[in-house]
């Protein structure tokens, strides 16, 4: 599929994949499938079904547990379906749990039972969605008569389990003869090692009912989908992969943004999609645009509907654009999010701007592009952005707009990257001590732990000391019971969020625009801070950390803010240590405090920095978990500290963050880094490190397995700011433009040899200053004034509304003259700040010379000024 759109922009594609398309491969109607079931399918006009659907019906049938790997919109839910509904069709009283990774989620596939459900009616099937949006009511009869309960973890975790002999639930698992759980790829890390613990605890209190259900697994393509399924499920998998559906012919363009002019900065992917997607919605195109944060999400979304409520050549009345897009990320309340859903899927705009909450599979309508803001992280994560295009069977196009990372960079050379070479491996650790330990203490409080419990819980030997001393269990001889409050499983968050949660309300109206958890709060609500709801801009009153609200109004500001975070580093504990020729790495536990000290302000469409602000009040977080940190020799030390204008050692830390990534298959989220250094006792002598630490309380094993490698990862980064392409450094290789990338390299080399340095580090300008492409010469603005302007309102600028009223400029040497009406105006435009922003404004998309300066002549407007005090006298009297 061509999209004549990127005519614009061919410059920036530099890769192509096709993908052809996929011919679907049918199945007649498994022979042991009852005639019921063969009538609702020929009901719904399907006499043929898929291969893999066939697949799924005659191994579940045979009672093995099953994950299935196939493509988006593949009609996986119907493979679950028919063996489910098989089982229900034969007796009634079966009872099937599918399990979502959101209640978004749940309640978009619930659609899919809806046909179901009314061919056979509730004599025969029944459904619903349990969740903490049910109602009492429904929550009885779902307990009560529903053959098949749509849910999240969640509620597994914190209401079917520490309440399986009560309000019915006994009766759920006593006969629980299925269990699926869709998007299994989305468990990984934490959540999947929670998610492993959750399914054990759920078995445990099976076998008490003397049930056994089977489990059918769903999951985007990893390496090792088996693996991660019998991790989670506790039990053996068979796997289906081979896809009987229609795939959609695909083209992929890989985008690479241009340098800013006369620079070695690129535009990032954000800028460029602020630019792209406007030229999409005045296509008519349907798409969707990835972004990886929420705060990216809403000045893309704002920076887009700027530029579409100023579109040239347009009728007055229908040129404003602005509403055929939204946002669509965490944050957004459940009814928000279902409207935008509902809008999309109908065609009611055109596009969405979203996190990668939309990854999942929710139903949002045929989409002809996919556009992924910068490589995900992950090859799984995106294939499945890609997949959300052309899922009707209709070509579709991805695009993927390139960071500055290593990974994305090493994409622009390696397009092959992507389709060539084997997805990631999802990780887990359910044996982490920390999570096991919570799910220990939730167990005993819904069944005594017994010896068996020792085939379930590696650790729990030395976990039942531990809470006995603490008061939380008795021994009934033999068995431990719990005696301690009634509620642990309430103690622990299965995704790694913080229990304090913050309300931000609109002090305006009294509503509340959103809740999140203390982290967010800290970096999207401080005072003062811009916080951006789908496009609308607010400004933070107060944060009250007591009551956990944060006061926002309404605002229209011209920039967004970004918060700065400052890292220190407590050592709890070492556990192992080595020896790397002039440095050494040390394993062990540590305590990590990050802050939120100060933000700076940047402007809309041009990203300038407007300045810096200090936060006043204490915000932090606390983590203990594990960590890795290399030794600085002195004399690297030294040298560093040399150089005061830049901190070197951050482009050290993100080279070896970057490769230790790698080396774990860990993303962003997995392992953070920071340097920080330590006095020691004897002689009182500092010491200089780099620490990498996982970004999970208690640890998940990366920053564990980074220390087997802790030599090679070293290396690694050697020849990754060795070999990148860029002349002094980058935010691909050392992070930051500013660094020279000479020492940085220096300074890891010089962990493994001492080296003299034998070159001059390059002096680079605190703030980058980013130059626009220019419209025209400075001689040509008179004649392309009426250009300049409209080009300014392509921008969303700064004044543009002003510009716009200037009748006419002038050259008079190296001074521009504007062309006004009255002598007040004059001394309005000169006025030091004013004349300051649209000298800057002239300066940032015309080729100015060196002197270049502003001045006003003023037109008298005759006896107007007289007038208007006539009006005034006669007003007030």
């Avoid at 309430?490 to 913050?502: A, E, K, Q, T, V």
């Avoid at 605190?766 to 392509?794: G, R, T, Y």
Wanted: charge should be negative.
């Amino acid at each position: 599929m061509k999209l004549p759109e990127l005519k614009n922009y061919e410059n920036r594609i530099i890769g192509e994949i096709n993908i052809d398309k996929r011919e679907p491969i049918y199945m007649p109607y498994p022979e042991n499938m009852s005639d019921d079931l063969k009538g609702y399918l020929k009901s719904l006009g399907i006499e043929k079904i898929y291969s893999h659907q066939y697949e799924m019906f005659e191994r579940a049938i045979r009672g093995e547990n099953v994950i299935i790997t196939t493509s988006t919109a593949s009609g996986k839910t119907l493979s679950f379906l028919l063996p489910v509904a098989e089982s229900i069709l034969k007796d009634k009283t079966n009872r099937a749990l599918f399990i979502y990774p959101t209640k978004a989620l749940a309640h978009d596939q619930f659609r899919n039972f809806t046909s179901i459900l009314e061919y056979f009616g509730e004599d025969r099937i029944q459904c619903g969605i349990y969740d903490g949006d049910t109602p009492p009511n429904e929550r009885t009869r779902i307990r009560k008569n529903a053959n098949i309960i749509l849910t999240n973890p969640e509620m597994i975790n914190s209401a079917f389990l520490p309440n399986h002999s009560i309000y019915g639930f006994n009766h759920i698992f006593s006969r629980l003869k299925y269990i699926v759980i869709d998007e299994l790829h989305v468990y990984r890390g934490a959540f999947g090692s929670h998610m492993a613990n959750v399914i054990r605890r759920l078995n445990r209190i099976c076998r008490y009912y003397k049930s056994n259900p089977q489990f059918l697994f769903s999951s985007a393509t990893i390496a090792n989908p088996v693996e991660l399924a019998e991790n989670i499920g506790g039990k053996k998998f068979s796997h289906i992969y081979r896809d009987g559906s229609m795939g959609s012919q695909k083209t992929i363009y890989i985008w690479q943004p241009p340098f800013v002019r006369d620079t070695e900065y690129r535009k990032t992917p954000e800028e460029e999609a602020s630019d792209f997607v406007p030229d999409l919605v005045q296509s008519g195109r349907r798409f969707i645009t990835f972004c990886k944060s929420r705060r990216e999400v809403e000045v893309v979304l704002k920076e887009a509907r700027d530029r579409l409520s100023n579109i040239e050549g347009m009728p007055s009345l229908s040129r404003d654009l602005s509403d055929r897009i939204s946002g669509y990320r965490g944050g957004y309340t459940p009814t928000e999010r279902k409207e935008i859903e509902k809008r999309l899927s109908q065609g009611l705009i055109n596009g969405v701007i979203a996190t990668n909450a939309l990854e999942l599979g929710i139903d949002i309508g045929s989409l002809e592009i996919a556009i992924s803001c910068g490589f995900p992280g992950t090859k799984a994560s995106f294939w499945q952005q890609v997949g959300r295009a052309g899922r009707k069977g209709d070509g579709a196009v991805g695009i993927l707009i390139l960071d500055v990372s290593p990974l994305d960079q090493y994409i622009a050379i390696n397009g092959d990257y992507l389709v060539k070479t084997g997805v990631e491996n999802a990780v887990i650790d359910k044996d982490n001590l920390f999570i096991q330990l919570a799910h220990v203490r939730a167990a005993a409080a819904e069944l005594p732990l017994s010896l068996d419990d020792a085939s379930i819980f590696p650790d729990i030997g030395e976990i039942i000391p531990v809470l006995i001393k603490a008061g939380e269990l008795k021994n009934d001889g033999g068995v431990f019971t719990w005696i301690g409050k009634d509620f642990p499983a309430g103690d622990f968050n299965l995704r790694n969020i913080s229990s304090n949660i913050y309300k931000v309300i609109n002090k305006q109206n009294g509503t509340m625009l959103t809740e999140m958890d203390e982290y967010q709060a800290f970096h999207e609500v401080y005072p003062k801070a811009i916080y951006i709801h789908d496009g609308m801009q607010y400004l933070v009153e107060s944060l009250d950390l007591t009551n956990r609200i944060a006061q926002v109004i309404p605002v229209d500001m011209n920039y967004f803010t970004v918060p700065f975070n400052e890292v220190s580093v407590g050592i709890l504990r070492e556990f192992k240590n080595k020896k790397i020729c002039r440095s050494g790495v040390t394993f062990g536990d540590v305590n990590i405090k990050e802050s939120v000290p100060a933000y700076k302000m940047i402007q809309f469409h041009n990203r300038q920095n407007l300045g810096f602000e200090p936060i006043v009040e204490n915000l932090f977080t606390q983590l203990e978990t594990e960590g890795m940190w290399y030794l600085i020799p002195d004399d690297v030390d030294a040298v560093i500290n040399s150089y005061t204008q830049f901190n070197y050692y951050n482009g050290i830390k993100h080279a070896l963050l970057t490769c230790a990534r790698m080396r774990t298959m860990a993303t962003a989220e997995d392992i953070g880094g920071t340097v920080f250094n330590t006095v020691e006792k004897e002689g009182e002598v500092k010491r200089a490190f780099v620490i990498l630490y996982d970004l999970y309380p208690g640890g998940l094993g990366f920053t564990e397995k980074a220390f087997e490698f802790a030599e090679d990862i070293l290396n690694d980064a050697i020849n990754l700011v060795k070999n990148c392409r860029c002349h002094d450094g980058c935010p691909a290789c050392v992070g930051d433009y500013h660094l020279d990338k000479k020492l940085v390299l220096w300074s890891l080399e010089g962990m493994l040899k001492e080296r003299e340095i034998t070159f001059k580090v390059k002096e680079k300008s605190p703030e980058v200053v980013f130059i626009e492409e220019k419209i025209c010469d400075f001689e040509e603005l008179p004649d392309k004034w009426e250009d300049f302007i409209a080009f300014l309102n392509k921008k969303s600028e700064t004044f543009v509304q002003f510009f716009s009223t200037i009748s006419g400029v002038s050259i008079s040497g190296d001074i521009l003259v504007l062309n006004v009406n009255g002598s007040f105006f004059r001394e309005w435009i000169m006025e030091s700040a004013n004349k300051s922003k649209i000298e800057n404004i002239i300066k940032r998309y015309v080729n100015i010379p060196k002197g270049f300066k502003i001045d006003v002549c003023a037109k008298e407007v005759d006896d107007i000024k007289d007038k208007i005090m006539r009006r005034y006298d006669d007003l007030t009297k």
